[in-house]
């Protein structure tokens, strides 16, 4: 774990209906869903207090490129997103690659015996959990944070 700054890590994964807020331990080595946000005026406000209650390092959310890397619909709401959270949260704001997340919170939940419809409502705190856990896997594989800053990195 070279370069592993120790801390708790939000991971955010921005919906049109739904926003999946996920958290980690402060050391990284599980990453565990923590709520499901109705995405409406004050759902920003909301993950900045989680952040908050959970004394969090930084926020990563996830920004859902197509795979050929390419913005879509959906990227852009997640910056726009994130951008809110950057200009509430007294902490950093991280745009980190979620290629697949959902698909692969979809196939998590499928092989646990969950239908689709009765994973509605935490299949964005799943996919939550998939962003934050390869955003932590990165981290300490690299010893570099993941993603890209929205906010100020402390000096």
Do not use: W
């Not at 926003?19 to 995405?39: Q, S």
């Not at 939550?128 to 993941?146: I, M, W």
């Amino acid at each position: 774990m070279n370069g592993f700054r120790r801390g708790v890590r939000i991971g955010v994964d921005v919906g049109r209906a739904r926003v999946g807020v996920a958290r980690c331990d402060p050391d990284g080595m599980l990453a565990v869903p923590v709520e499901t946000v109705a995405r409406e005026q004050q759902s920003v406000a909301r993950v900045v207090a989680i952040a908050a209650e959970y004394e969090a390092l930084e926020i990563l959310v996830g920004l859902p490129l197509n795979m050929q890397g390419s913005d879509t619909q959906s990227t852009t709401d997640a910056r726009e997103f994130a951008a809110a959270l950057a200009q509430l949260a007294e902490r950093p704001v991280r745009l980190v690659d979620e290629r697949l997340s959902t698909v692969s919170a979809h196939a998590a939940l499928r092989s646990s015996g969950r239908s689709q419809r009765s994973s509605r409502n935490i299949v964005d705190q799943v996919a939550a959990v998939v962003l934050l856990q390869q955003a932590l896997d990165v981290e300490k594989n690299t010893g570099r944070s993941p993603g890209t800053p929205l906010s100020q990195e402390p000096t």
